[in-house]
């Protein structure tokens, strides 16, 4: 029989326990694991880090509308 594994993302963690439960009711399901990340900063990840340097760089553009930044692509 295959397993399958599902990831779940709640930013409410009073949800967590309801769910856990409601699963465990469902026929199939054998084991809910939950694991709670309290220490993400997303000032750590790589993306935030190069982001930050793009700004230090100016290389960040700024439109009003679709239509502006259309035109500074383009041009």
């Known amino acids: 029989m295959d397993t399958v594994q599902i990831t779940l993302n709640a930013e409410n963690?009073?949800?967590?326990?309801i769910l856990?439960?409601?699963?465990?009711?469902?026929k199939g399901?054998?084991?809910?694991?939950?694991?709670?990340?309290?220490?993400?900063?997303i000032t750590s990840t790589p993306a935030y880090?190069?982001?930050i340097e793009d700004i230090a760089s100016g290389r960040v553009y700024r439109a009003a509308?679709?239509?502006e930044m259309f035109a500074q692509i383009l041009d």
């Open 49 to 51: 880090q190069e982001a």
């Open 13 to 17: 963690k009073g949800v967590v326990e």
């Open 20 to 26: 856990r439960s409601l699963l465990l009711q469902m």
């Open 65 to 67: 509308n679709a239509k």
């Open 29 to 41: 399901v054998s084991n809910v694991s939950i694991s709670i990340d309290n220490d993400f900063d």
